[in-house]
Nanobody, 123 residues
Framework: QVQLVESGGGLVQAGGSLRLSCAAS???????MGWFRQAPGKERDLIAA????????YYPNSVKGRFTISRDDGKNTVNLQMNSLKPEDTAVYYC?????????????????WGQGTQVTVSS
């Protein structure tokens, strides 16, 4: 049973940076990976995804140019570098493993989830 554990969240001022990490107890090789976030009272949305080779990525316009997803399959880790953070980026961030080698845009296309890490951006 693969488990995902996120780390790196915290409190940061607007304009600052954070790097989230997701450590997998099992393999990530061969699977797409994604990062979602959920703010209070809102849906859990995909904000970064990468296919199994790392050759294809996705970012919504809200984070494009500020966030970067990366993976190290040798270490079974997936990272999310977040720059130029804004108060609207405040949310719980979740790492997830896709059901396939690619990535989807919906929650039900991911089968393994971490417990989440809180990111709070102050103005």
């Amino acid at each position: 049973q693969v488990q995902l554990v996120e780390s790196g969240g915290g409190l940061v001022q607007a304009g600052g940076s954070l790097r989230l990490s997701c450590a997998a107890s099992g393999r990530t090789f061969g699977y797409g990976m994604g990062w979602f976030r959920q703010a209070p009272g809102k849906e859990r949305d995909l904000i970064a995804a990468m296919n199994w080779t790392g050759g294809s990525t996705y970012y919504p316009n809200s984070v494009k140019g500020r966030f970067t997803i990366s993976r190290d399959d040798g270490k079974n880790t997936v990272n999310l570098q977040m720059n130029s953070l804004k108060p609207e980026d405040t949310a719980v961030y979740y790492c997830a493993r896709s059901k396939s080698a690619g990535f989807g845009f919906e929650r039900n296309e991911y089968e393994v989830w971490g417990q989440g890490t809180q990111v709070t951006v102050s103005s």
